[in-house]
């Protein structure tokens, strides 16, 4: 059974960091891509960062976060991770991990779909 536990969420000031990770079972990290997404209620869920590790080890990342979060993986424990650094009230929202296809075009453009697996997510909040 494919799940995904996302943990590490939680309050922090603007300027501070956070790291959240994204433990895999029920699969390994060569199966799938995983990505990371997040939403504010009343908002659409927004694509930000992706990994394949069956592409090389690809990552990806959206305009918003790029430079300022960074996408890894441990294949050992079978977890991804996103180093979330120079943290915005913005950035203040719930935090999935998601399963992709580990190739093709939606770990690039970010893109889920209805096939993919989620995780019930971690709460960031950036707030002074």
């Known amino acids: 059974q494919v799940q995904l536990v996302e943990s590490g969420g939680g309050l922090v000031q603007p300027g501070g960091s956070l790291r959240l990770s994204c433990a895999a079972s029920?699969?390994?990290?060569?199966?799938?891509?995983i990505g990371w997404f997040r939403q504010v209620p009343g908002q659409e869920r927004e694509g930000l960062s992706c990994i394949s590790v069956a592409d090389d080890s690809s990552t990806y990342y959206a305009d918003s976060v790029r430079g300022r979060f960074t996408i890894s993986e441990d294949t050992a424990k079978n977890t991804v991770y996103l180093q979330m650094d120079s943290l915005r009230p913005e950035d203040t929202a719930v935090y999935y991990c998601?399963?992709?296809?580990?190739?093709?075009?939606?770990?690039?453009?970010?893109?889920?779909?209805?096939?993919?697996?989620w995780g019930k997510g971690t709460l960031v909040t950036v707030s002074s």
């Open positions: 998601s399963t992709l296809p580990r190739f093709g075009s939606r770990c690039p453009t970010l893109q889920s779909d209805g096939s993919d697996h």
């Open positions: 029920g699969f390994n990290l060569y199966d799938y891509a």
